[in-house]
């Protein structure tokens, strides 16, 4: 088969990480009987240089016009200013939007051999396999109104909580399939003790749940939430959310498996069943530009080489060349070779290109 791929590589490191990914999808191409052509745009800070914008429409459309889109990261000190009219975040929100990728598919899971390269203790992320369902293109992101403006008083600013029923529906459908292939046990995460937004969220997953009896759910607000993934994070299987308590549980999440520079994500137009699909889809690594170690070929690229993993799974069915590329990965990693986030007494350290090169070598499909 031919896959067409939309190859957005961003500012910072960015580049360096997605062009791993792309070496390791050459190697799965070269192994098997299908093709994956890529095409290259910008988008972010890179973007602005170059047009002005932080996406453009020739870009969004090249991107419709694609199976999927493999994105490395937007941001950096060079376009922080608060006041500009333009932000690099901007051209990644608009591909969400526009091309109506609502569910975001963030896994975290610790691999033995890293258990002691995190902040918390052995025994509490031992086992952690979990998977964050975070609603994408609406919620406080994107609610109306969103605006700052002059009183008599002074400046205010409002950003709105707005959720439909067909938003809430879609996505917590997407929570009880994955759960469906997993541990069957479903986490729905809200602030229904004070959000009206929350309350309609809660109803739905429940309504929800009826069609699908082999998935337990639980209700949990999200600052319970918030503690439980720290205290007993192995407790959790699919997590499904709202976009803005999605991204900070995310971030708390992505602390379980050591380094972000581990985490991959997929952002899809559709709901996927039986652990594959052929959804449309948005594949980046958890992880930012980091400015401070672009250029140096230090960054880990395993988040975004996992996410074109995801990609395979997702956009393109081909379940055993994306577990090609996870085991690929495991056995580098079990080899000992790091990068310098996930570095150990008695390992080797290596660099973006070198752990791209070791995780294409071992690919076998
Ligand atoms: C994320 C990021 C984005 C978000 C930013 C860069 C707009 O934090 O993907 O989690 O808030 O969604
Ligand atoms: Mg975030």
């Known amino acids: 088969m031919q896959f067409n791929i939309a190859a957005l590589l961003g500012d910072g490191v960015g580049p360096e990480v997605a062009t791993e990914a792309i070496k390791v999808l050459e190697t799965v191409g070269k192994k098997s009987s299908h093709s994956f052509n890529l095409h290259h745009g910008l988008i972010g800070g890179v973007a602005i240089d170059e047009y002005g914008v932080a996406l453009t429409e020739e870009t969004l459309e090249m991107c419709r016009s694609c199976d999927a889109v493999l994105l490395g990261a937007v941001g950096g000190p060079k376009w922080d200013d608060p006041k500009a009219k333009v932000r690099p975040e901007d051209g990644l929100l608009a591909l ?40 994408l293109t ?63 969220w809660r109803q739905i997953a429940t309504e929800v749940s009826a069609g699908y009896p082999d998935v337990e759910l639980e209700h949990m607000l999200v600052d319970a939430c918030a503690m439980r993934l720290i205290q007993r994070p192995a407790y959790f299987d699919v997590v499904v959310t709202g976009n803005m308590f999605g991204d900070i549980i995310t971030d708390e999440a ?28 948005m594949y980046e690594p958890i992880h930012g530009s980091a400015p401070r170690r672009a250029g140096q070929n230090i960054a880990n690229p395993i988040a975004t080489i996992l996410s074109a993993a995801m990609m395979l799974r997702y956009s ?32 080797t350290q290596v660099g973006t290109k070198e752990m791209g090169g070791l995780i294409a070598d071992r690919i076998i499909s």
């Not at 393109?316 to 990693?333: D, M, P, R």
């Open 96 to 135: 969400r939007k526009e091309l109506g990728l609502f569910a975001n598919l963030r896994p975290v899971k610790v691999l033995p051999m890293l258990t002691d390269s995190t902040t918390l203790k052995p025994e509490v992320i031992k086992d952690v396999d979990l998977i964050v369902v975070r609603e």
């Open 138 to 200: 609406g919620g406080l992101y994107f609610g109306q109104p969103k605006k700052q403006w002059q009183t008599p008083e002074g400046r205010r600013a409002v950003d709105t909580m707005d959720y439909s029923e067909p938003e809430i529906e879609r996505i917590v459908r997407v929570g009880f399939e994955i759960a469906l292939t997993r541990r069957k046990k479903l986490v729905s995460v809200d602030k229904a003790n004070v959000l009206e937004s929350s309350r309609l």
């Open 254 to 281: 992505s602390m379980l498996a050591g380094s972000m520079g581990m985490l991959p994500s997929a952002s899809l137009a559709g709901i996927p069943k039986g652990g594959a699909s052929k959804a449309f889809g």
């Open 316 to 347: 393109f069915n081909l379940t055993t060349e994306a577990e090609a590329i996870e085991k690929a990965v495991t056995a580098v990693l079990e080899e000992g070779y790091r990068t310098y986030d996930i570095i150990e007494e008695g390992k």
